[in-house]
């Protein structure tokens, strides 16, 4: 079945550091990838999305760029704040309506100042 | 504008004993999906509505567990005879539809804790 591998956390960085969470998905046809972010005692966000392949999804200085050829959608970001310190999510949706979203297990990100 | 509400945000029961839990999707999203959070399993879907179609009830992990949604807004979602292994943060999201691209929003999610 369709599945959705990320790296394992914690991860620890200083801020400005640059950010990498590897995401790898497994599905038939052509999925819509999703980043959502749970920031302590809050709720899941969604962080950035990319619906076809080649397509970059962009938001607050984070990006992922939808690679079919290697199944992957990493997370980057140029200089983490403290203020980024949270769980990240990668998820999959197949394109058939009414299928839900398919997540990783999460990656917790810990920036220090 | 209001965004996706749940209730309790907390629970604590015992073993044996039956919950409820009730989600507030946004005005005008016919979609609604629950989703469980543990430790051990991330976060599993559960069940999915779509307007008044039959629900999509495959993520459910046992006839403990059931869910409805009256008028095609508020959802409650039941568990009976609660067991240790059903504590984990259960959390609601509603789209505008099934559609692939449209965005779920989470609400802040009911922490159940079975002792």
């Known amino acids: 079945g369709d599945s959705v591998t990320q790296m394992e956390g914690p991860v620890t960085l200083s801020e400005e550091a640059f950010l990498t969470i590897n995401c790898t998905y497994t599905?038939?046809?052509?999925?819509?990838l999703f980043w959502y972010v749970q920031y302590p005692g809050e709720g899941l966000q969604l962080l950035l999305k990319?619906?076809?392949?080649?397509d970059k999804g962009s938001n607050k200085g984070f990006e992922a760029t939808y690679r079919k050829e290697t199944t992957s959608f990493h997370l980057e970001k140029g200089s983490v704040q403290v203020s980024d310190s949270a769980v990240y999510f990668c998820a999959l949706k197949r394109a058939q309506a009414g299928t839900a979203l398919i997540f990783g297990k999460g990656t917790t990100l810990s920036v220090s100042s | 504008g209001a965004g996706v509400s749940q209730s309790p945000s907390n629970k604590v029961t015992e073993k044996g004993k039956d919950v409820e839990l009730r989600c507030d999707p946004i005005s005008g999203h016919t979609a609604l999906y629950w989703y469980r959070q543990s430790l051990g399993q991330g976060l599993e879907f559960l069940i999915y509505?779509?307007?008044?179609?039959?629900?999509?009830k495959s993520g459910l992990p046992s006839d403990r567990f059931s869910a409805e949604r009256t008028g095609g807004s508020v959802s409650t979602l039941t568990i009976q005879r609660t067991q240790q292994e059903d504590s984990a943060v259960y959390l609601c999201?509603?789209?505008?539809?099934?559609?692939?691209?449209?965005?779920?929003?989470f609400g802040p999610g009911t922490r159940l804790t079975v002792t």
């Open positions: 990319a619906t076809k392949a080649d």
């Open positions: 999201a509603s789209s505008l539809a099934g559609v692939a691209s449209y965005e779920q929003y």
């Open positions: 599905a038939t046809g052509y999925p819509s």
């Open positions: 509505f779509q307007g008044n179609s039959a629900p999509d």
